[in-house]
C-alpha cells in the first residue's frame, strides 16, 4: 500500500467536485533524468496558471521534457513539468507529487524562488487564440477554489505565468478572467 500523503489528500478533496486522473504512474517519465528539488507544501503560497500555447496533449508534453534536448535542458528531466494538467474536456490530471518543485514559472527577473512558492497547473490549448470552454473553466474555478482553501492563500494567490514576466501565458483570454480573480 502506498503512504497517504498530501497530495492523495488533495485529489481526494478535488475529486468530491470533479474528475481527477492520477497520471503519475502513467505519464512518460526518466527515472535518470535531471530531478526536482521537494518543498515543505507549508512553502505554497499560491498557484500559477499555464498554457501548453497549443494543442499537443498531456502525454506529448511529458514525452518531450522527459527526453534529451528538451526546451529547458540537454539532458531529459525526469517529468512533465507541471504539478496538475487541464485537458480540453475539463478533466483534472494530476501529475507530479505536491512536494516536487517542478520547472514551470522560475525566473531571475523576480527575487525568491517562484518555483518552490507556486503549485502549477497547466491547460491544454492555446488561449491567446480563443476563449476556454466551460468544462476547462468550471475545472479551472473548482481547482482554484480547492487550493485556496487547502494550502491557505487568498485571491492574491492566485497567479497567471504573466505575473512572472511569461506575457503570452496562459493567453489573454484566460488572462483577462484571472484579472478580475486577483
Ligand atoms: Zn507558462
Same mark, same amino acid.
Given at each position: 500500500?502506498? /503512504?497517504?500523503?498530501?497530495?492523495?489528500?488533495?485529489? @481526494?478533496?478535488?475529486?468530491? /467536485?470533479?474528475?481527477?486522473?492520477?497520471?503519475?504512474?502513467?505519464?512518460?517519465?526518466?527515472?535518470?533524468? /535531471?530531478? *526536482?528539488? %521537494?518543498?515543505?507544501? @507549508?512553502?505554497?503560497? =499560491?498557484?500559477?496558471?499555464? @498554457?501548453?500555447?497549443?494543442?499537443?496533449?498531456?502525454?506529448?508534453? +511529458? %514525452?518531450? !521534457?522527459?527526453?534529451?534536448?528538451?526546451?529547458?535542458?540537454?539532458? +531529459?528531466?525526469?517529468?512533465?513539468? !507541471?504539478? #496538475?494538467?487541464?485537458?480540453?474536456?475539463? $478533466? &483534472?490530471?494530476?501529475?507530479?507529487?505536491?512536494?516536487?518543485?517542478?520547472?514551470?514559472? =522560475?525566473?531571475? &527577473?523576480?527575487?525568491?524562488?517562484?518555483?518552490?512558492? *507556486?503549485?502549477?497547473?497547466?491547460?491544454?490549448?492555446?488561449?491567446? %487564440?480563443?476563449?476556454?470552454? $466551460?468544462?476547462?473553466?468550471?475545472?479551472?474555478? +473548482?481547482?482554484?477554489?480547492?487550493?485556496? #482553501?487547502?494550502?491557505?492563500?487568498?485571491?492574491?494567490?492566485? /497567479? =497567471? @505565468?504573466?505575473?512572472? =514576466?511569461?506575457?503570452?501565458?496562459?493567453?489573454?483570454?484566460?488572462?483577462?478572467?484571472? %484579472?478580475?480573480?486577483?
Amino acid at each position: 500500500m502506498p /503512504k497517504f500523503g498530501y497530495t492523495d489528500a488533495f485529489n @481526494h478533496r478535488l475529486n468530491d /467536485k470533479i474528475v481527477v486522473v492520477d497520471a503519475r504512474d502513467s505519464l512518460p517519465t526518466c527515472k535518470n533524468g /535531471k530531478q *526536482y528539488k %521537494k518543498r515543505e507544501i @507549508h512553502r505554497i503560497k =499560491g498557484i500559477c496558471i499555464h @498554457h501548453f500555447g497549443g494543442d499537443q496533449s498531456i502525454e506529448s508534453v +511529458a %514525452k518531450h !521534457y522527459t527526453s534529451p534536448n528538451n526546451r529547458f535542458s540537454h539532458q +531529459a528531466i525526469e517529468s512533465i513539468p !507541471y504539478t #496538475y494538467c487541464i485537458d480540453k474536456n475539463g $478533466l &483534472l490530471h494530476c501529475c507530479n507529487d505536491i512536494e516536487k518543485v517542478v520547472w514551470s514559472q =522560475g525566473t531571475k &527577473l523576480f527575487d525568491g524562488d517562484e518555483n518552490a512558492d *507556486y503549485l502549477s497547473i497547466a491547460i491544454q490549448g492555446n488561449f491567446n %487564440k480563443k476563449t476556454p470552454n $466551460l468544462d476547462i473553466m468550471f475545472s479551472l474555478l +473548482a481547482f482554484i477554489k480547492e487550493a485556496k #482553501y487547502f494550502f491557505s492563500f487568498g485571491n492574491d494567490g492566485i /497567479k =497567471g @505565468h504573466y505575473n512572472f =514576466g511569461k506575457e503570452q501565458c496562459p493567453g489573454n483570454h484566460i488572462e483577462s478572467f484571472l %484579472k478580475y480573480l486577483q
